[in-house]
């Protein structure tokens, strides 16, 4: 009862913290468009399509991917990343980890780039991206982004993922750009810190507004795609919502409020790659944090 109560004191503080990573995912977002808008049809500049990633547009968590790139670098071991990964998920089912708690852990999980260099972290996000990610696109779900940009309109993925992996897999896939964490940095060299929060769940949402009005979008002409229940604040947001390979408590949402389910799963592979939609974007993200940052504290 203690920890809901600080949680509901804490909703004002949290919901400036999202709308803080909101904003600067869609300024990052807008400075690394490219600069010529990969549509092939005639552009419409109002509408647009918004990609949830993890489940939703790829196999699996990217961040996750990424984390095995970098442990095949010698960054962490793997081993690290499988405990701290099983910690994480533990707090998350059992419930007895406060929002406070997975947002100090999120900032300070992701100081393992601090003193890194942006260029070097973009280089080895490109060799992984080759290495780890270009197999594990739901062919599915790049087709309906292909659909969007026929029409003309412009496609962006969002995810908790940081921004600067985000944009590799958005021009990979010749896509828009990306919205997605952005982690602070002073001449090109990491920080270690968060600008806001992960973005993650309302954050998601604060991005799209924020990128909207920036573009000049329409978000009633809008559509959003997402695997996740914790995406219904940016799905919400957008005048057409589909769900894609949907979590439970999202296909049931989906069916309340009357939106399309697309599911590319068949199978096993349904079962086990919907394991990460059930832990959420964010305590994923968290573990790999974790794992990373423990990793640097004992070499």
């Given at each position: 009862?203690?920890?809901?109560?600080?949680?509901?004191?804490?909703?004002?503080?949290?919901?400036?913290?999202?709308?803080?990573?909101?904003?600067?995912?869609?300024d990052?977002?807008?400075?690394?468009?490219?600069?010529?808008?990969?549509?092939?049809?005639?552009?419409?500049?109002?509408?647009?399509?918004?990609?949830?990633?993890?489940?939703?547009?790829?196999?699996?968590?990217?961040?996750?991917?990424?984390?095995?790139?970098?442990?095949?670098?010698?960054?962490?071991?793997?081993?690290?990343?499988?405990?701290?990964?099983?910690?994480?998920?533990?707090?998350?089912?059992?419930g007895?980890?406060?929002?406070?708690?997975?947002?100090?852990?999120?900032?300070?999980?992701?100081?393992?780039?601090?003193?890194?260099?942006?260029?070097?972290?973009?280089?080895?996000?490109?060799?992984?991206?080759?290495?780890?990610?270009?197999?594990?696109i739901?062919?599915?779900?790049?087709?309906?982004?292909?659909?969007?940009?026929?029409?003309?309109?412009?496609?962006?993925?969002?995810?908790?993922?940081?921004v600067?992996?985000?944009?590799?897999?958005?021009?990979?896939?010749?896509?828009?750009?990306?919205?997605?964490?952005?982690?602070?940095?002073?001449?090109?060299?990491?920080?270690?810190?968060?600008?806001?929060?992960?973005?993650?769940?309302?954050?998601?949402?604060?991005?799209?507004r924020a990128?909207?009005?920036?573009?000049g979008?329409?978000?009633?002409?809008?559509?959003?795609?997402s695997?996740?229940?914790n995406?219904?604040?940016?799905?919400?947001?957008?005048?057409?919502?589909?769900?894609?390979?949907?979590?439970?408590?999202?296909?049931d949402?989906?069916?309340?409020?009357?939106?399309e389910?697309?599911?590319?799963?068949?199978?096993?592979?349904?079962?086990?790659?919907?394991?990460?939609?059930?832990?959420?974007?964010g305590?994923?993200?968290?573990?790999?944090?974790?794992?990373?940052?423990?990793?640097?504290?004992?070499?």
């Amino acid at each position: 009862m203690v920890t809901r109560r600080r949680d509901k004191d804490r909703q004002p503080e949290l919901e400036r913290l999202a709308a803080l990573a909101g904003a600067a995912s869609a300024d990052a977002a807008v400075a690394m468009e490219t600069d010529a808008a990969p549509v092939t049809g005639p552009p419409d500049l109002t509408a647009a399509a918004f990609f949830d990633v993890d489940n939703t547009m790829m196999m699996g968590a990217s961040i996750f991917h990424f984390a095995r790139g970098m442990a095949a670098r010698k960054f962490f071991t793997t081993g690290d990343l499988a405990r701290f990964a099983v910690e994480q998920a533990k707090f998350r089912l059992l419930g007895s980890e406060s929002k406070e708690g997975i947002r100090k852990s999120r900032e300070t999980g992701l100081s393992f780039i601090a003193g890194h260099s942006v260029d070097e972290m973009r280089a080895h996000g490109e060799d992984i991206y080759d290495e780890l990610m270009a197999d594990k696109i739901w062919a599915g779900t790049r087709a309906l982004a292909q659909m969007h940009m026929d029409a003309g309109q412009r496609v962006w993925l969002v995810t908790a993922t940081p921004v600067d992996l985000a944009a590799i897999i958005a021009r990979r896939l010749g896509l828009t750009g990306a919205l997605g964490t952005v982690l602070g940095s002073e001449n090109g060299v990491y920080t270690g810190k968060l600008v806001g929060d992960l973005l993650h769940g309302r954050a998601k949402a604060h991005a799209v507004r924020a990128l909207a009005a920036r573009e000049g979008l329409d978000l009633r002409r809008c559509t959003a795609y997402s695997d996740s229940v914790n995406d219904v604040p940016m799905l919400s947001v957008v005048g057409t919502a589909v769900a894609i390979n949907p979590d439970g408590e999202l296909r049931d949402e989906a069916r309340k409020r009357g939106w399309e389910i697309r599911d590319f799963r068949t199978g096993r592979k349904a079962a086990k790659i919907g394991v990460p939609s059930v832990l959420g974007a964010g305590a994923i993200a968290g573990a790999i944090a974790a794992g990373l940052a423990y990793r640097r504290r004992v070499s």
